[in-house]
């Protein structure tokens, strides 16, 4: 039986592992070799490397990071932050990831995904999705797709685009709810759960977690085949392990 | 002294397999001609990329034909995911396109996903290879009992044979062989590269695997 995925993500910048709450408040976590060891040996199903500092002059220092990774841990590695043309796709599976997340890019020039789930394959490539609720006139919730880490509002609908960039052929979409992101009260599990129904592409639940029950929560009511989660794993307050054994005990398949 | 031949056929990294065969114990070269496969002691063909690209890419590179010599002539093979798949008669990937027919079989796609079960394509992620009772496992795959091991794929092998199919895993209800092989080769549909503990234990086996 395939197993839910359970992916400690290490946002970076400048080369080392940062971690921040609701998109600020950036601390300093370590160094990502370090992080993906410990992470490996606590039997992680995959590492996901984002880089929040992406821009034209540290793309260099970022390949190093992943080359450097690839060579002590075996295992799968996605890898994104400011993917913009089929080069960066390249440059990032060349230096040893395994995948590349797509953000920003996607929203501008939705060809983009197109073209390279054509040339990499759908397993290839993952489409990151920031989703913030929104209301409008009273009307149901619905949440819609932000950019640059969050800042800027695209009226996008965010469950739509995820079908949309779906059927372009991503094969796995990373959804982030802003709003839950750093709050540690768990995952947004109507946006999850929309998202997971909506789309034949794989679905991996972020931004919120705070202890194992969310995960659970996540992988059945959320309907996700995955999840993400930062903070709760770098700060040691549970190891892997610790959360295979009760996702395991609840029902859920998972590889211990 | 003889090396472990990775077949380059220039799709993609060949970083973390090359990587993964060092630590298990190997001298790796990296293979680009035909010539370069005349002083090897196994041969590892990774899969990244399309069928039709990979076939393509080995047929006018002459590296086929090269690899299929050296199978007949015993060299210990293995496939990888799109390794393994090549391995077989044909594909349906983009057309029907040509392999090299080491063992008679078909590659096809998975039926369409069916998000509802929580069956969606790619199948990708940690699942099963399960072996059929009674009979031997395969030494290169005898680490794999009850571990997980690392799947990603849209299309999968079918060969002629039963007796070709040396392990098999379910996705969703739908079974399909991750593992074939004959004589002194094997394919397997999931990444040891990929696969932690699980996949170093069977690239080890490989490489002391006396077929």
């Known amino acids: ?256 | 002294m003889k090396t472990i031949s990775l077949i380059d056929y220039g799709m993609g990294n060949m970083h973390s397999i090359a990587k993964a065969l060092e630590q298990a114990g190997g001298k790796v070269q990296l293979v680009k001609t035909p010539e370069e496969l005349d002083n090897t002691s196994r041969i590892v063909l990774p899969g990244v990329g399309a069928f039709r690209d990979c076939a393509a890419a080995l047929k006018a590179s002459g590296l086929g034909d090269a690899i299929k010599e050296k199978c007949a002539e015993g060299t210990p093979y293995l496939g990888i995911c799109l390794g393994m798949q090549v391995m077989l008669t044909s594909s349906r990937e983009f057309g029907l396109h040509s392999g090299l027919n080491l063992i008679r079989g078909t590659v096809k796609p998975f039926p369409e996903s069916h998000p509802e079960r929580g069956y969606k394509i790619p199948h990708m992620g940690w699942n099963d290879i399960l072996f059929a009772s009674g009979k031997e496992i395969h030494p290169v795959l005898k680490p794999l009992q009850k571990q997980q091991v690392y799947y990603v794929h849209s299309y999968y092998c079918a060969p002629e044979n039963p007796e070709h199919i040396l392990g098999v895993c379910s996705y969703g209800e739908f079974p399909f062989a991750s593992a074939i092989g004959r004589d002194n080769m094997v394919g397997v549909q999931f990444h040891p590269e990929k696969s932690q503990r699980a996949g170093m234990a069977l690239l080890e086996a490989f490489l002391k695997w006396n077929p």
């Not at chain 1, 996008?156 to 992101?181: F, H, P, Q």
Request: glycine fraction near 10%; aromatic fraction near 6%; include cysteine.
């Open chain 1, 1 to 256: 039986m395939l197993s839910k995925r359970i992916i400690p993500c290490l946002d970076v910048a400048h080369g080392r592992v940062v971690k921040g709450v609701q998109f600020v408040d950036i601390i300093d976590a370590g160094d990502p070799v370090e992080a993906a060891i410990r992470y490996d040996e606590q039997g992680a199903d995959e590492l996901c490397f984002l880089d929040i500092r992406a821009s034209h002059e540290s793309r260099d220092t970022l390949y190093h990071m992943v080359t450097d990774v690839a060579e002590h841990v075996f295992m799968p590695l996605t890898v994104g932050g400011g993917v913009k043309e089929i080069a960066d796709i390249e440059n990032l599976l060349h230096a040893g990831a395994d995948k590349v997340s797509i953000n920003t890019a996607a929203i501008f020039n939705p060809e983009f995904v197109k073209e390279a789930a054509e040339r990499f394959g759908s397993s290839t490539i993952v489409v990151a999705v920031d989703a913030k609720r929104v209301q409008k006139n009273g009307t149901d919730d619905h949440w819609e797709c932000f950019t640059h880490g969050g800042r800027k509002p695209t009226g996008i609908n965010a469950v739509e685009w995820a079908k949309r960039m779906s059927d372009y052929g991503a094969g796995e979409i990373l959804l982030t709810s802003m709003d839950c992101d750093g709050t540690k009260n768990g995952y947004d599990i109507p946006l999850t759960r929309a998202v997971a129904e909506a789309i034949p592409a794989n679905v991996i639940a972020s931004g919120g977690v705070g202890n194992l029950e969310h995960m659970a929560e996540g992988l059945t009511d959320g309907k996700a085949d995955a999840v993400l989660a930062a903070s709760i794993f770098h700060f040691g307050e549970y190891t892997i392990a610790e959360a295979k054994n009760y996702l395991a005990d609840k029902g859920i398949p998972v590889r211990i």
